[in-house]
């Protein structure tokens, strides 16, 4: 019935635009309020003759009974006190970003007084004033509130968003405050000579130094400003300045002391460090700090429930910065026509550390159902699967040239598919391409299975478990630019079956359809992951609306029709099987 479907009917985004840096995040800084500007082009000349009494529908003499507006009901998250904020940070933020310490035996208690006292709305009257309490308000807020009827009408969106960004504007000015020397006011030629002030209250984990929160604050304040804002130069800047204000403290340094303060100083610097280097990693530039420094000596964090996890964890963030260098002297070397051979022997040395490594990562068994306990297991879970994604995520930046060449056109950010006849690029192999040490058969592969373990690994993430959301957002996605690293291998697959002259009518248990529902199969459980996200982070629904667009293509070459999709359900398991049979 849809065999005669032409593939110019099938519109996807250019899959290297999926690949770029920031692709798919919506900015908020891009968006403009004009809502005055049109309200007072329709009104502003009406006020003064119109009869206040006539409603336009009828005649005047007969005055209408305006209805008064509904009180809005949109809410948003405002905690009653530090305790409940602290409680909120254990289940929404630190499986997937433990930048604290571990909750101490008895610290975490139930919400105080009632759920009101835990969330308010809008009452000013128990904002939180320092700056890592602020900081953290700032990324709960974007969680929709328990109580609201419609959490994703554009009401509550842009109450959260609101509520969330009068947090983060809150934290800077507070962290400005705190920095802020006495003496620069009253006796500025006094003000050199003076140390830093103390900070005269008590600290908002019992185990995290108090001058520690700055650094703390400005991580997940970097966190949010890529996640909801989509600015990833700002996440690069708190990312720096929180690097400057360790490095002044120290962190980077301390010795294998132990104490109250030495596992909270360990894990301050260390997420210092993957927030830098994931800044560098989401802007494709090199990295501002050397990746192996010596002068970084500060002993590992400890997950007790995992004790390998964190390693696992750093040495997979270490290896996609090394990665996305590679890219950029790649695309150097394409430009300058020159360094080809030096390129390839890296290559080779790079596929030689990540192959053992992906190989023991897709072995492990992740649960996504696993309780936070006071191991920290769902910690250690989320370091494993979140290094499970990086490492994928490496190996196809590091095959993506070889593995597509044969489509030049998605070497371009913005790729016109209507130049093509057939609505799929024309094949052909880029000469400088016949350096590198793999063929586009082999780089295609390991790029398709790394692209299905992504996918996998995004579905065994664990969940926070709250009673208070039918669906808890996972929170902090700084690695989401590796859900649109799959979806680009995936997509281009698509285009390669396709162009192939697979696709349309073909028969259920044909190789080319198998893979084609494979393909959809897993564009639908990155878009899953991207959908969950996206309840809380605005930013992260472009990158969703980016690969629901994709995936309902790749449906389109194998369905005919998005209406006749079968239900997501079981899709999983028949991935799961395909993958390990071509491990």
Same mark, same amino acid.
């Given at each position: 019935?849809?065999?005669?479907?032409?593939?110019?009917?099938?519109?996807?985004?250019?899959?290297?635009?999926?690949?770029?840096?920031?692709?798919?995040?919506?900015?908020?800084?891009?968006?403009?309020?004009?809502?005055?500007?049109?309200?007072?082009?329709?009104?502003?000349?009406?006020?003064?003759?119109?009869?206040?009494?006539?409603?336009?529908?009828?005649?005047?003499?007969?005055?209408?009974?305006?209805?008064?507006?509904?009180?809005?009901?949109?809410?948003?998250?405002?905690?009653?006190?530090?305790?409940?904020?602290?409680?909120?940070?254990?289940?929404?933020?630190?499986?997937?970003?433990?930048?604290?310490?571990?909750?101490?035996?008895?610290?975490?208690?139930?919400?105080?007084?009632?759920?009101?006292?835990?969330?308010?709305?809008?009452?000013?009257?128990?904002?939180?004033?320092?700056?890592?309490?602020?900081?953290?308000?700032?990324?709960?807020?974007?969680?929709?509130?328990?109580?609201?009827?419609?959490?994703?009408?554009? *009401? /509550?969106? =842009?109450?959260?968003?609101?509520?969330?960004? &009068?947090? %983060?504007? +809150?934290?800077?000015? $507070? #962290?400005?405050? *705190? /920095?802020? =020397?006495?003496?620069?006011?009253?006796?500025? &030629?006094? %003000?050199? +000579?003076?140390?830093? $002030? #103390?900070?005269?209250?008590?600290?908002?984990?019992?185990?995290?130094?108090?001058?520690?929160?700055?650094?703390?604050?400005?991580?997940? #304040?970097?966190?949010?400003?890529?996640?909801?804002?989509?600015?990833?130069?700002?996440?690069?800047?708190?990312?720096?300045?929180?690097?400057?204000?360790?490095?002044?403290?120290?962190?980077?340094?301390?010795?294998?002391?132990?104490?109250?303060?030495?596992?909270?100083?360990?894990?301050?610097?260390?997420?210092?460090?993957?927030?830098?280097?994931?800044?560098?990693?989401?802007?494709?530039?090199?990295?501002?700090?050397?990746?192996?420094?010596?002068?970084?000596?500060?002993?590992?964090?400890?997950?007790?429930?995992?004790?390998?996890?964190?390693?696992?964890?750093?040495?997979?963030?270490?290896?996609?910065?090394?990665?996305?260098?590679?890219?950029?002297?790649?695309?150097?070397?394409?430009?300058?026509?020159?360094?080809?051979?030096?390129?390839?022997?890296?290559?080779?040395?790079?596929?030689?550390?990540?192959?053992?490594?992906?190989?023991?990562?897709?072995?492990?068994?992740?649960?996504?159902?696993?309780?936070?306990?006071?191991?920290?297991?769902?910690?250690?879970?989320?370091?494993?699967?979140?290094?499970?994604?990086?490492?994928?995520?490496?190996?196809?930046?590091?095959?993506?040239?070889?593995?597509?060449?044969?489509?030049?056109?998605?070497?371009?950010?913005?790729?016109?598919?209507?130049?093509?006849?057939?609505?799929?690029?024309?094949?052909?192999?880029?000469?400088?391409?016949?350096?590198?040490?793999?063929?586009?058969?082999?780089?295609?592969?390991?790029?398709?299975?790394?692209?299905?373990?992504?996918?996998?690994?995004?579905?065994?993430?664990?969940?926070?478990?709250?009673?208070?959301?039918?669906?808890?957002?996972?929170?902090?996605?700084?690695?989401?630019?590796?859900?649109?690293?799959?979806?680009?291998?995936?997509?281009?697959?698509?285009?390669?079956?396709?162009?192939?002259?697979?696709?349309?009518?073909?028969?259920?248990?044909?190789?080319?359809?198998?893979?084609?529902?494979?393909?959809?199969?897993?564009?639908?459980?990155?878009?899953?992951?991207?959908?969950?996200?996206?309840?809380?982070?605005?930013?992260?629904?472009?990158?969703?609306?980016?690969?629901?667009?994709?995936?309902?293509?790749?449906?389109?070459?194998?369905?005919?029709?998005?209406?006749?999709?079968?239900?997501?359900?079981?899709?999983?398991?028949?991935?799961?099987?395909?993958?390990?049979?071509?491990?």
């Amino acid at each position: 019935m849809f065999a005669d479907i032409k593939s110019s009917d099938i519109t996807l985004p250019g899959p290297l635009f999926l690949a770029q840096p920031g692709a798919g995040l919506t900015n908020q800084d891009s968006f403009k309020d004009d809502t005055d500007f049109i309200f007072d082009t329709i009104f502003s000349n009406n006020f003064e003759t119109t009869d206040v009494n006539d409603s336009g529908y009828g005649s005047p003499e007969v005055p209408k009974k305006i209805p008064e507006p509904e009180k809005s009901r949109s809410m948003a998250r405002i905690y009653a006190c530090d305790q409940d904020l602290l409680n909120a940070y254990y289940k929404y933020i630190h499986p997937y970003f433990p930048v604290l310490p571990p909750k101490v035996e008895g610290q975490i208690s139930s919400p105080s007084k009632s759920s009101e006292a835990s969330f308010q709305n809008g009452s000013q009257d128990s904002m939180p004033s320092s700056p890592l309490a602020l900081a953290i308000s700032a990324t709960l807020a974007l969680i929709p509130h328990p109580n609201d009827p419609n959490p994703e009408s554009m *009401e /509550s969106v =842009l109450q959260r968003r609101s509520q969330a960004q &009068s947090f %983060a504007v +809150s934290a800077l000015e $507070s #962290l400005e405050t *705190e /920095s802020e =020397l006495l003496y620069s006011t009253t006796k500025p &030629s006094e %003000a050199l +000579s003076q140390g830093p $002030s #103390l900070l005269p209250r008590p600290p908002f984990h019992p185990q995290c130094r108090v001058e520690n929160e700055s650094v703390v604050a400005l991580l997940i #304040l970097g966190t949010y400003e890529y996640a909801q804002r989509g600015n990833i130069s700002k996440l690069r800047t708190r990312a720096g300045q929180a690097l400057v204000a360790a490095m002044g403290l120290e962190l980077h340094s301390r010795s294998e002391e132990s104490g109250p303060y030495s596992e909270g100083d360990r894990r301050a610097w260390w997420m210092t460090y993957i927030l830098v280097c994931q800044g560098s990693i989401l802007s494709n530039t090199s990295l501002t700090i050397y990746l192996y420094d010596p002068r970084f000596t500060t002993p590992k964090p400890t997950f007790e429930a995992d004790p390998a996890s964190w390693d696992t964890f750093l040495q997979a963030q270490q290896v996609i910065v090394t990665a996305t260098q590679f890219v950029l002297d790649l695309e150097i070397a394409l430009k300058k026509g020159s360094n080809f051979s030096t390129i390839g022997d890296r290559m080779l040395e790079l596929e030689a550390l990540l192959d053992p490594l992906c190989n023991e990562a897709n072995q492990w068994t992740l649960d996504a159902s696993v309780k936070l306990t006071s191991g920290e297991l769902a910690v250690s879970q989320a370091l494993r699967g979140m290094a499970k994604i990086k490492l994928n995520s490496a190996r196809i930046k590091l095959h993506r040239y070889c593995a597509f060449s044969d489509m030049p056109v998605f070497t371009q950010k913005h790729c016109d598919l209507k130049a093509s006849s057939d609505g799929i690029p024309e094949r052909g192999v880029d000469p400088r391409y016949g350096v590198l040490p793999f063929n586009s058969h082999f780089s295609a592969k390991l790029c398709m299975k790394s692209a299905f373990n992504i996918a996998h690994a995004f579905r065994s993430l664990p969940s926070p478990v709250s009673d208070e959301l039918v669906e808890a957002p996972r929170m902090v996605p700084i690695f989401a630019c590796c859900a649109m690293q799959s979806s680009y291998a995936m997509v281009m697959l698509s285009y390669r079956t396709r162009a192939m002259g697979f696709g349309g009518a073909l028969d259920g248990a044909s190789p080319a359809k198998v893979l084609l529902r494979q393909l959809g199969d897993g564009l639908r459980l990155v878009l899953n992951a991207l959908r969950n996200y996206s309840i809380a982070y605005e930013a992260l629904g472009g990158m969703k609306d980016q690969i629901l667009v994709a995936a309902d293509s790749v449906d389109i070459m194998q369905y005919g029709m998005v209406d006749e999709l079968p239900q997501l359900d079981g899709c999983c398991e028949s991935m799961s099987v395909s993958v390990k049979s071509q491990m």
